[in-house]
């Protein structure tokens, strides 16, 4: 979908325009339009430059508001130092705000409010026992991301 190139057209590819091709836009506004004309410029193919415009254009229409709202508030969560300490912390086995407090040494509020912000992403869950509320990682997924994420160190 969104994680594939798009396909090359070759320069040499003559478009045969139909009736009401000069038209036929991807968008009802003057941006596209703009692009429209920047990717002509770039092409030096009008049937080109709107075939890669309405391409492009029509992937574009098939992001997800809230889906992107949701993946925008996991990449803001793990975006801090602490929480991704936490995370660090927490994809080793459970642990209470105590143990995280000493393992970080930072105060009882800066702790909890991180976990609120990681709980909040669906990045860590709560379990409560007795008086106690333990904190782990939500999914195995999570782990999977702090893991591919150390392989895009700099060398």
């Keep these: 979908m969104l994680n594939k190139e798009l396909p090359m057209i070759p320069r040499n ?6 009736p009401g091709d000069e038209k036929e836009s991807c968008c009802d506004n003057s941006a596209c339009c703009e692009a429209e ?3 002509f410029r770039l092409y030096g193919d009008r049937s080109i430059a709107r075939e890669r415009c309405l391409q492009v254009c029509a992937q574009v229409k098939e992001i997800d508001e809230e889906d992107l709202t949701a993946e925008m508030k996991v990449f803001k969560a793990v ?3 602490t929480r991704l300490k936490i995370l660090k912390l927490l994809s080793r086995g459970e642990l209470c705000i105590g143990e995280l407090m000493l393992a970080l040494k930072r105060p009882q509020s800066s702790i909890s409010h991180n976990l609120s912000i990681l709980e909040d992403a669906g990045l860590v869950r709560e379990r409560k026992e007795g008086k106690w509320c333990r904190y782990r990682i939500s999914d195995g997924a999570v782990t999977d991301m702090l893991n591919l994420a150390g392989r895009f160190k700099r060398k």
Excluded at 13 to 18: A, D, G, I, N, V
Aim: proline share 8%; charged share 15%.
């Design 37 to 39: 004309n920047t990717l």
């Design 13 to 18: 590819r003559l478009l045969h325009p139909q």
């Design 79 to 81: 975006a801090d130092a």
